[in-house]
């Protein structure tokens, strides 16, 4: 799978970022949520990324 960056909170790559996939979906950079309460599969997880950082790739015509 190929990821284009899109938009994130800073250059390094080493923060919340938004890609998109050569597949036409989107990857999600970000921490990892670990006490969510939540039941999901073990292919699965859950990430937080700021709200800030979609709304920036909106403004940007990204998404």
Known sequence: MELT???GSCDDGDCP???VTDRGTLAVQGTRLTEHGLSIPAHETMVEIPVDLIRKAIRDGLL
């Open 5 to 7: 960056r899109l938009v």
């Open 17 to 19: 970022t938004l890609y």
